[in-house]
């Protein structure tokens, strides 16, 4: 479970200040997908960077109750000089997970070959992709923080992707940031819509699809 107590977050933007967060309560239920929707520049991202613990809120406070993963997919914090593996074998003692587990379920999902080996900064950004995907889904966390997760690497790998992802959905939640308002309907259990600094949660996520599109000022997807 994921509870904002009055959390407010600004940014500066030239002489003014734009208002992301703006005194949210709210809860994100354990188990659940909740689909994080909002247009363009609402802050969705923003949000995640605070459930993640990577960036503080102006005022107010998260309580997570549970393991919350950093955003899927995020390879930031890859050491470049080091190998994939070598990052692996790092990751997973930080997290305290078996390490050749998490080693043998990251070679043989990223598809890497022989690079596995070989330092990151070589690596196309394709690769880097799917190595940070194959790391944040190999380890069980009770909620994962999804950000465009299944664009990743081409048809075929996409499919593999979000068949592991709704595996780890059998015993995770998971608060998933997407414009595809069909994997929104198809993947997540509720939404949460993002608008002017305001969240609201719905416990259907078909009502927080048309929150959005009303939002929007659109009857089609978007």
């Known amino acids: 479970m994921i509870v904002l107590q009055n959390v407010t977050k600004t940014f500066r933007t030239g002489t003014t200040r734009k208002t992301v967060a703006n005194n949210i309560s709210a809860t994100f239920p354990t188990g659940k997908v909740v689909g994080l929707l909002g247009r363009n520049g609402a802050g969705k991202s923003t949000m995640m960077d605070m459930i993640g613990g990577s960036m503080n809120p102006d005022s ?34 930080v997290y ?92 997540c259990d509720a939404g949460a819509v993002l608008e002017n600094g305001n969240l609201t949660y719905y416990d259907d996520v078909d009502e927080a699809i048309d929150a959005h599109h009303k939002n929007m000022g659109t009857g089609e997807e978007a």
């Open 96 to 187: 305290g997970v078996d390490t050749d587990e998490l080693l043998d379920f990251v070679a043989d999902f990223a598809e890497l070959g022989t690079h596995f080996h070989e330092p990151i900064r070589h690596y196309s950004s394709g690769m880097k992709a799917r190595l940070a995907f194959g790391v944040s889904i190999g380890i069980p966390f009770d909620t994962y923080l999804v950000d465009e997760v299944t664009a990743v690497g081409d048809a075929s790998f996409r499919r593999k992707s979000r068949l592991v992802f709704m595996d780890r959905m059998e015993r995770a939640g998971a608060i998933m940031v997407t414009h595809a308002m069909g994997q929104v309907r198809q993947m």
């Open 60 to 93: 107010g406070r998260i309580i997570t109750k549970g393991t919350v993963s950093w955003p899927v997919g995020f390879a930031g914090s890859f050491h470049r000089d080091m190998s994939a593996a070598q990052n692996t074998r790092f990751i997973a003692r």
